[in-house]
């Protein structure tokens, strides 16, 4: 049996494709052995394990708790919107700061892990469009979109939230045809976009209080960026 079908069937919480993912990085030991290969053949007397300590439930959550930690980020006791939930790497990692409570929105359905999914503390609302949303009071906004730009979310966000933090995704801010294979690799084309998220920020009111490269690239090898803003003292 393959040994992502395998983990499927043991830990049917995560999807096939997210054991793959935990595979490839390192998570899995074959009788002590990390093996990285999804198609890897297994047996019945083999001991397989997926080391889970550390594992967040996506790569979105290694991303945001690095920025957490850089920005020195306090979320104890927060009320959080998490915009763009997916699997609930944001979520879980600011339920695992101390969040007091996270509102979980996802256009998607039936990705959150379940783990999370019934969580008290956590709300999840799927098959939802952040834009259509009038958001609850809260203390702090985390966004990871794809397929999409983050400027209209920002946009709406600025009438609910004090504090936000996003990943820029620049494949999904730019022309189409400025990709090849998927990846923008023009580093003046990336210059120009960050630049103009400054001053979008700065037009919405904003100050970035901190900004940072990604220590995990998108799947498809873009490098990613996060930023953090707060409200201005004269907004």
């Known amino acids: ?27 899995v ?18 001991e397989i394990l997926l080391v889970k300590d550390d ?10 708790n690095y920025a957490f ?12 919107v998490d915009v763009g939930a997916s699997t609930g790497g944001f979520t879980q990692s600011a339920i695992l700061r101390g969040a007091a409570h996270v509102f979980a ?3 998607g359905t039936d990705q959150m892990v379940l783990e999370l999914k019934q969580d008290p503390r956590v709300t999840s609302y799927e098959e939802t469009n952040i834009l259509d949303v009038l958001l609850p009071n809260h203390d702090l906004a985390m966004v990871d979109v794809s397929f999409t730009s983050v ?14 933090i996003f990943l820029l995704k620049p494949q999904y801010e730019v022309d189409p045809s400025l990709l090849k294979n998927g990846i923008l690799k ?9 630049d103009k998220i400054y ?30 803003m707060t409200r201005g003292s004269n907004a």
């Open 55 to 64: 594992i967040f439930v996506s790569r979105a959550g290694e991303k945001i």
């Open 69 to 80: 930690d850089l920005f020195d980020m306090d979320l104890r006791d927060l009320y959080v």
């Open 29 to 46: 030991t074959v009788n002590d052995k990390v093996i990285t290969k999804p198609g890897y053949i297994v047996h019945d007397l083999d």
């Open 199 to 228: 001053q979008t920020i700065r037009t919405l009111g904003y100050e970035v209080k901190g900004f940072t490269m990604s220590p995990v690239k998108g799947k498809e090898g873009n490098q990613e960026y996060i930023f953090y």
């Open 151 to 164: 400027i209209p979310i920002l946009n709406h966000l600025s009438q609910f939230s004090k504090e936000i």
């Open 1 to 27: 049996m393959r040994l992502d079908i395998f983990l499927n069937q043991k830990y049917p919480e995560y999807s096939r494709s997210k054991l793959s993912d935990f595979i490839k990085r390192g998570f």
């Open 186 to 194: 023009e580093p003046k084309v990336v210059s120009r976009l960050i």
């Open 105 to 107: 929105y996802e256009l």
